[in-house]
């Protein structure tokens, strides 16, 4: 009797690891373009900015700024100037690397980071995109190399509740753009689901 | 910056070493606002900080950033601590080579020491009104990240007006200091750490 409990119990959570977070989802009508009004308008934006990695905490300000061909340029640098990294995201969706600090420079680091904002200036091809949704949300999904990116929306996708990188199961990513001010979100937050990294912003006065 | 405001090498350099090193042998104190720029050089770009300024011998310092978002910064000895809107945070820069660089240069900066600083090779330069540092980092680490730290010196009293750092990769950022206060006196808990 004991071992059919232990045994289960072990099915359930083996089934319940396996499942999909996403496993819900009913196939919804929808405008996959709906999300792009979520697109924030950078044009030159500053943010107080926080990092938490691993036990390492960093702060600093973070700049977005909108260049003359459209590309947009990510500088992050702490409050008395050193620099982090200068990043470029092109509007064709290429990316440049301008800068990074030595002592952070590593492939996982830049592509973490990269994906990261990639989220955050909400410009996927929506090409394969569909939507879909639960009892509360609209979810436009966009499928990835690894997954799904989710946009996720009220039913009427009048407003973003937030955003989800994911796995083939479960996110990895959680990203919120919050409280937007002439189409400029005045907080953003990202947060890793499986290890501690997570970056705050909140919109400063330049 | 040196060529734009007519410097020209000093005409008597240990004349001027003798004055720097006696104005900063005098002042015990420091205390005053400052305006912090990054200038962006590919982005033609400025970020502006402002925020107040206090330095008191030997070797405490503390910067508070007002604008555009809070944090603080207060070197006391070999301890550090910093604050910003979320986190404080307390660092000791010993064994931490670059950490007590960095720190030395900001001493000896607003000390006037910096012309005996062994990390730099310095060429001093004046105007008018000014007498400008050019130093040269000579190690590796350092080079790294500036290509030349630039100190402006005030002919009036020899204090330090303005601090400019060029970094390898084109970007700079510049301290200036308005409102000085010399000696007057700063209590001790300005620069606690603990």
Known sequence: MRSLLLNSLLLIGLLSGCSSAYKNLQQANGDVNCITKFRPQFANTLYSTQVDILKHHLSGLLFFKQMPDSNLRVVFANEMGFKFFDFEFTRDGGFVKHYMLPKMDKKAVVKTLRGDFELVLLRPDLSKAHVMQDSTYHYTVVPTAKGNNYYITDTACAQLERIEKSSKRKPVVKVWLRNYEAGVPDTISIRHQGFTFNISLQRVQK | ?194
């Open chain 2, 1 to 194: 910056m040196a060529q734009q405001q007519g410097f020209k090498p000093v005409a008597d350099a240990a004349a001027f070493k003798q004055q720097f090193a006696k104005a900063s042998q005098a002042t015990q104190s420091i205390q005053c606002d400052f305006v912090q720029e990054k200038n962006l050089s590919m982005l033609s770009d400025k970020i502006v900080s402002k925020g107040k300024f206090w330095f008191r011998k030997e070797n405490k310092v503390r910067m508070e950033y007002m604008q555009p978002s809070y944090y603080l910064l207060v070197m006391n000895g070999k301890d550090i601590k910093t604050k910003d809107g979320q986190k404080e945070n307390r660092v000791s820069t010993k064994g931490n080579k670059l950490f007590e660089q960095i720190n030395k240069i900001t001493v000896d900066c607003v000390q006037g020491n910096v012309v005996n600083n062994t990390d730099f090779n310095t060429r001093i330069l004046e105007n008018g009104q000014f007498y400008l540092l050019e130093m040269t980092p000579v190690n590796k680490s350092l080079a790294q990240y500036f290509k030349t730290i630039q100190l402006l010196v005030d002919k009036k009293d020899y204090s330090v007006s303005k601090i400019q750092m060029y970094e390898a990769g084109g970007d700079d950022t510049s301290i200036s200091f308005l409102h000085k206060q010399l000696n007057v006196n700063i209590p001790d808990a300005v620069f606690a750490v603990k």
